[in-house]
Nanobody, 127 residues
């Protein structure tokens, strides 16, 4: 069955870096859209980035552009989110999720398009 397991979260000071991993199983990685999402306390879940199926084009929400890099390793069935120049407002639980290949580009960062989710990993940015 489909499984997604995130790791790599933790505490980091502002300006620091973390790399999240999402180990997947039960499907072919490059046949699906792979998204990273986050949810801070009291806020709605928001899309952070997406690696599109096939060629692997990446998309990012404006607040992380230039700081976060999403990538995938098909041989390892693993997706990564490299987070640099972290800010306190990046504090949240981060989730990876998958969506069918046919999702339109304009909807790739919408949680409603994703049908399998990992359990999440906590990222805390503070001094």
């Amino acid at each position: 069955q489909v499984q997604l397991v995130e790791s790599g979260g933790g505490w980091v000071q502002p300006g620091g870096s973390l790399r999240l991993s999402c180990v997947t199983s039960g499907f072919t990685l490059d046949y699906r859209n792979i998204g990273w999402f986050r949810q801070a306390p009291g806020k709605e879940r928001e899309g952070v980035s997406c690696i599109r199926s096939g060629l692997g084009t990446t998309y990012y929400t404006d607040s992380v552009k230039g700081r976060f890099i999403a990538s995938r390793d098909n041989a390892k069935n693993t997706v990564y989110l490299q987070m640099n120049s972290l800010k306190p407002e990046d504090t949240a639980v981060y989730y990876c999720a998958i969506a069918p290949a046919g999702v339109r580009v304009a909807r790739l960062l919408l949680p409603s398009e994703y049908n399998y989710w990992g359990q999440g990993t906590q990222v805390t940015v503070s001094s």
